[in-house]
T-cell receptor, first 113, second 116 residues
Framework: DTGVSQDPRHKITKRGQNVTFRCDPISEHNRLYWYRQTLGQGPEFLTYFQNEAQLEKSRLLSDRFSAERPKGSFSTLEIQRTEQGDSAMYLC???????????FGPGTRLTVL | AQKVTQAQTEISVVEKEDVTLDCVYETRDTTYYLFWYKQPPSGELVFLIRRNSFDEQNEISGRYSWNFQKSTSSFNFTITASQVVDSAVYFCALSERANQGGKLIFGQGTELSVKP
């Protein structure tokens, strides 16, 4: 079991560019979550998947954000037309089910210039 | 509404001191789950403990112990004989059964600095 992995670990982009992050969950986990963490704050929920179905999206997830989990395995989070306010750590977590412990990946730190 | 409050933003102790990190939560659900995670400078959130609302037994794991009190809606975390490696940001989190998504609601975190 290799744990949750995320790629890239760091991304620097210019305002207006599109970026895409990838998350590979623990292989037998059905649930996959995305969170965003800004400096000095706790993580905030963005969205989650049960297998390939996206079942909930936070109001934090504006229409510039889109997430997919096409085959119920890895997931991607895309941000279009990035803004400076998008600068944050994007964390992915996975679990067996809704009441099971979530295990987190190392995160992708996004900096928008 | 659900909420987690960690009133201590930063704590600094000297190695071998005991330290307690406070966590107070709010929920209307009768079934819920509480967690503590550690976030070292590398950034990855490391799971420490999970406790469900029906289990108020305190737990001890090595130098770590947790005190869950439903009467005061608190789930405090104590590190005994702290070590420099304990330096990190610690987060308390809540998940409600009524919220079938299982999303975690985090506190703002407490940054613990253990000095040699």
């Amino acid at each position: 079991d290799t744990g949750v992995s995320q790629d890239p670990r760091h991304k620097i982009t210019k305002r207006g560019q599109n970026v895409t992050f990838r998350c590979d969950p623990i292989s037998e986990h059905n649930r996959l979550y995305w969170y965003r963490q800004t400096l000095g704050q706790g993580p905030e929920f963005l969205t989650y998947f049960q297998n390939e179905a996206q079942l909930e999206k936070s109001r934090l997830l504006s229409d510039r954000f889109s997430a997919e989990r096409p085959k119920g395995s890895f997931s991607t989070l895309e941000i279009q037309r990035t803004e400076q306010g998008d600068s944050a750590m994007y964390l992915c977590a996975s679990s067996f089910g809704p009441i099971d412990t979530q295990y987190f990946g190392p995160g992708t730190r996004l900096t928008v210039l | 509404a659900q909420k987690v409050t960690q009133a201590q933003t930063e704590i600094s102790v000297v190695e071998k001191e005991d330290v307690t990190l406070d966590c107070v939560y709010e929920t209307r659900d009768t079934t819920y789950y509480l967690f503590w995670y550690k976030q070292p400078p590398s950034g990855e959130l490391v799971f420490l403990i999970r406790r469900n609302s029906f289990d108020e037994q305190n737990e001890i794991s090595g130098r770590y112990s947790w005190n869950f009190q439903k009467s005061t809606s608190s789930f405090n975390f104590t590190i005994t004989a702290s070590q420099v490696v304990d330096s990190a940001v610690y987060f308390c989190a809540l998940s409600e059964r009524a919220n079938q998504g299982g999303k975690l609601i985090f506190g703002q975190g407490t940054e613990l600095s253990v000095k040699p």
